[in-house]
Every structure is written in structure tokens, then in C-alpha cells.
């Protein structure tokens, strides 16, 4: 009898390796539909970019567990996969490669542009914009990044008549203070901010 049989209890069960194998892919399927956004080098790394890069690991993960439910497998006696297994790990699958290629599809469609704002806040925090352009609405998203160079979400958001792109034009103020910062957008006289228009900044120090 070889060690790996005669004690099985050292082993990881086929169980808990299949559901750390569907729990990664499930993180890299809620990455891929989530705004985030990264700053390395000055330069922005979209967030379907991020999310790609995720969802890479993730499936490498997932593929680890599944190598080692089947090595759990050879040394002890087999155990029946759960139906649900497959279809919801062809799920996830799906909705992490759906939502990247949403992200950089929108990005093309509506010729999405990014801006690292100057200057930077207390600590570095720094404001990131990015402005898309469709028929005859201009959006624009900023993004508060701090250290790690990763924002995890939007920090405000505006519409802009006619396709203005403020931040592209340099329409805006970026003012800081000891709590955070406000940036204010502005339209033209002819293409006047809609909806929104300022935006807290701040990187939670």
C-alpha cells in the first residue's frame, strides 16, 4: 500500500479542490465585468486589459486544482463529479471571455481615451479619466488611483452634449486638498455638460 493510500486524510478531497477550482474561475468571471482600471508607469492599463490578465491566473489556477483532483483521484478511490461541475465551470468560463471582449469592444466602438491627470495629490493619489465619444453624447469616467496603482471602481462619471470630450479639449480644473481632490469638467458654448460634471477624488487616506 503506498503512503498517499494508507493516509488518504493528507490528501485534499476531490470535493473541496473541485470548488477551489470553480471559486477562481468565478473570481476571474466578477473581474471581468467589474471597472477597474490600472496605472503602471504612468501609462493606463484598461480594465478589460486588467481583467484578461486575470482571468489568465484564474484559468491557471483552475487547471492546478483540476490536475490535482485528478492525482487525489489515482491514490484514492474515485469519486463521482457533481453534474453541475462542468456546465457551471463552461458558465463562468463564458462570462469572464464574454466581458473582456464587451470591455475592449466598447473601447473600440466608442474610441475610448485615457488620461492620467496632473498634478497628483497628498500621497500620491492621482486622477484618471477615461472619455468616450458615441454619435452625439460624450462620456467620461475619472477614476481615483492611489499606490498600488489599481482603482477598483469609478469615482464619478458625466455626459457631455455633441460629443465634447472636456478633458481632451483641457475644459476641466483638478484642485487638491488635504481631504482628497474635485475635478470639474466643463462643455463648450455650444456643448454644455448634460449630467454630472464633478467628482470627489479620493484615495481612502
Known amino acids: 500500500m503506498t503512503e498517499a493510500r494508507a493516509r488518504p486524510g493528507l490528501e485534499p478531497s476531490p470535493g473541496v479542490l473541485a470548488a477551489s477550482g ?27 486589459g486588467v481583467s484578461a490578465v486575470l482571468f489568465v491566473l484564474t484559468l491557471a489556477l483552475w487547471r492546478a486544482f483540476v490536475r490535482a483532483g485528478r ?19 463552461v458558465l463562468l468560463i463564458g462570462a469572464a471571455v464574454s466581458g473582456i ?7 473600440l466602438i466608442s ?3 485615457y488620461y492620467v491627470l496632473r498634478p497628483t495629490g497628498p500621497g500620491g493619489c492621482t486622477a484618471v479619466v477615461r472619455e468616450t465619444s458615441y ?3 460624450g462620456n467620461g469616467e ?16 458625466w455626459v457631455v452634449d455633441d460629443g465634447y470630450r472636456p478633458v481632451a479639449a483641457g475644459t476641466y480644473t483638478l484642485d487638491w486638498e488635504g481631504d482628497g481632490g474635485l475635478l470639474v469638467v466643463s462643455g463648450s458654448g455650444t456643448d454644455p455638460v448634460v449630467r454630472g460634471g464633478m467628482t470627489g477624488i479620493d484615495c481612502g487616506w
Do not use: C, K
Open 22 to 48: 470553480v471559486g477562481s474561475l468565478a473570481l476571474g468571471a466578477v473581474a471581468s465585468w467589474s471597472d477597474l482600471l490600472l496605472v503602471v508607469g504612468g501609462r493606463v492599463v484598461p480594465g478589460w
Open 71 to 89: 492525482r487525489v483521484d489515482a491514490v484514492l478511490l474515485p469519486v463521482a463529479r457533481p453534474g453541475w461541475l462542468r456546465p457551471v465551470t
Open 101 to 107: 471582449a464587451w470591455g475592449a469592444l466598447d473601447d
Open 111 to 113: 474610441d475610448a481615451r
Open 135 to 137: 454619435l452625439v453624447i
Open 142 to 157: 475619472a477614476y481615483a488611483v492611489g499606490r498600488t496603482g489599481l482603482a477598483l471602481g469609478e469615482a464619478g462619471s
